[in-house]
């Protein structure tokens, strides 16, 4: 059965190089026929049609560093399908190793020094660095990681919280919440949301922000809609980077960065598989599982950043705009060439401590002291 | 000959249309095979391989009004190759005759009042609305328009600046440049310079902004070069909307939106051959004629638009990163599904009041009184 199934993809690899072989040296080597046949192809309104392209890595405004990241291949495990709980978690746990056993190395780097605990019963990570700004020391940061919902255990979660804490001088909580396969909707939300509550008994909210990228991103959204909903105190400011707000594969980017994005790559892989296994049968539109469909009024002042080949660049920039149409003030980063989260997977690019930098600065500008 | 070129160009649609059939069919009905041949095409470091795709018009956070610009067909002259002056000179009056028709409709709907009169000789419209807001009675916006250097002369340039005057209250100079095939670069800067030092002899420029489309974007910035070079006073802020900031072909969006906007379409059409005639045989690396090659320490603050599908998404996130690098005070707004200058072409849609009420409101907050 196995084996029929690989024999199969591997024909219809074969198939499909043949003719995109022949496209690409149409697109090519003959810019004629493809202006002549894409000019055929959009005569009527409607769908866009486009070619088969070969896109080269760019060059301006984009550090060495941040290159190698754009020119990378596509994830081995992009398209993975796991049948079951098991498979779920052998994937997560193979994504998770490397990065957790780099992070004592990468925290002497950075600075900043990592503590376990608990907080209303939710596991979490303090990650203090060694010089907390001055205008910081009232101020604390809620960081809630990405991961589709499903990648980023325990310390895999931890590098983006140790950049901002050591480029901003910030002391942040890292929260460890608990996710699929064993732990669908709500559990992620309702564990952000302790810890939230119980910040705010010892802070004051307005001294706080809540940061995190990709399905961080999305979850601060949802954070933030709860709390206006629940009448909790709402933090002074929020970063969400690349947010998944809309997990229910709605959004253009979804269809011009397909296959163009080299970390997500497409919505139809491991990705809305996870969006599913997450919500565990709620609708995908729900606002606490896609906040695009919330009420974005009175949100605290947000800082977003993406990419120019982001799959969530649509994600980003819809949640930008309905912000921005609520009153709400909100500021937009967009980086040549990058792919999803890009601006966050490599501390030593100049690209990450500007991204970090300006959310930081941002945060600075807004928090209470 | 011509008979010849038109049948080969109809052989090619077809060779072309058949294997673009085949390979849509596997995209579009198979994501297993597409899946598995994108895997093959990016598993190792390099340039991205990407199928033929069909994109839908984009539904959420996208107007009726802007649906309909979006799924447009490709504008018929989009890859025009005039052969000489009296063959671009026929394709600009084609252009222009309908805009130019509809002016006085459009004045009408906006209530604005349009005169036409020199300035340091140079030909300029002044727009004025029926109302100037309250803090704009000694505020003037200078308006450079787009049209790759070559399009919108006359009257056809003006509902850009039209749409500003009437959303935004304030008083409008358009500045009627000339442009080739009879004046190539420098005569368009050479004017646009010619007429904000006539204006900075009788306006405090700090109560000024200079704003403008593409290629009014690129001028806007090329102008503040200049300015900074020869020690004219700056505008008090700027508005470079999706400006044509790099004429080299250089930028990522030049190949990720090739095909996919449906305004420019693509840079080897009649863009880049505009460019080049621009040029004249300079440098297009020269920064009075890609300007994001030139210091942009010291500029006033910008306010910059462009949308997803845009093909100068990347001219404009670098020109707003490096604004940023250098200190100043840069605001990005992108607009879901949007290709080149859509923000601007319909006057009814609610994203037009959206981007010009924004680029209105920042002048507001940016300009001296």
Redesign the interface.
């Known amino acids: 059965m196995r084996i029929n199934v690989q024999l199969r993809?591997?024909a219809?690899?074969i198939?499909?190089?043949l003719?995109?072989g022949?496209?690409?040296q149409?697109a090519g080597g003959?810019?004629?026929?493809?202006?002549?046949?894409?000019?055929?192809?959009?005569?009527?309104?409607?769908?866009?049609?486009?070619?088969?392209?070969?896109?080269?890595?760019?060059?301006?405004?984009v550090s060495p560093q941040m290159q190698?990241l754009i020119?990378?291949?596509?994830p081995d495990y992009?398209?993975a399908a796991p049948k079951d709980a098991d498979e779920w978690k052998a994937l997560i746990n193979r994504r998770a190793a490397p990065t957790i056993a780099a992070i004592p190395a990468l925290a002497e780097k950075l600075g900043v020094r990592i503590e376990s605990t608990q907080m209303a019963g939710v596991h979490v990570f303090i990650v203090t660095p060694k010089v907390v700004g001055p205008h910081n020391q009232r101020r604390l940061l809620m960081h809630l990681h990405g991961g589709g919902y499903v990648f980023g255990p325990g310390e895999a979660a931890l590098p983006e919280a140790m950049l901002l804490a050591s480029f901003g001088g910030y002391k942040v909580v890292s929260v460890d919440y608990r996710m699929p396969p064993d732990f669908p909707y709500p559990a992620a939300t309702d564990d952000a949301m302790a810890v939230w509550k119980e910040l705010v008994r010892s802070h004051p909210a307005r001294n706080m922000a809540v940061f995190g990228t990709s399905t961080g991103g999305g979850m601060t959204l949802a954070l933030v809609l709860r709390a206006k909903d629940e009448h909790v105190p709402l933090p002074g400011a929020i970063g969400p980077g690349t947010p998944w707000a809309?997990i229910s594969r709605?959004?253009?980017?979804y269809?011009?960065?397909?296959?163009?994005d080299?970390i997500l790559?497409?919505w139809?892989?491991w990705l809305g598989r996870a969006a599913l296994l997450y919500a565990n049968g709620k609708d995908l539109k729900d606002p606490q599982l896609s906040p695009?469909y919330g009420d974005f009024s009175g949100f605290p002042p947000a800082i977003l950043t993406t990419g120019?080949?982001d799959l969530f660049?649509?994600n980003t920039?819809?949640t930008?705009?309905?912000l921005?149409?609520a009153g709400v003030v909100a500021?937009?980063?967009?980086?040549?060439?990058q792919s999803h989260a890009q601006y966050g997977l490599r501390p030593e690019a100049p690209e990450t401590r500007?991204a970090f930098g300006?959310i930081a600065r941002f945060f600075d500008q807004h928090l209470g002291r």
Request: glycine share 6%; hydrophobic share 35%.
């Open positions: 993809a591997f219809l690899v198939a499909a190089t003719c995109m022949a496209n690409a149409l003959n810019y004629d026929a493809t202006a002549a046949s894409q000019g055929a192809a959009n005569a009527k309104a409607g769908p866009r049609s486009t070619p088969p392209k070969v896109i080269p890595v760019p060059s301006e405004e190698a020119e990378a291949p596509y992009f398209n809309d709605i959004g253009d980017s269809e011009t960065n397909e296959w163009v080299n790559v497409t139809d892989g695009i120019t080949r660049l649509s920039v819809r930008h705009r309905k921005r149409r500021e937009l980063n967009v980086y040549e060439g500007e300006d």
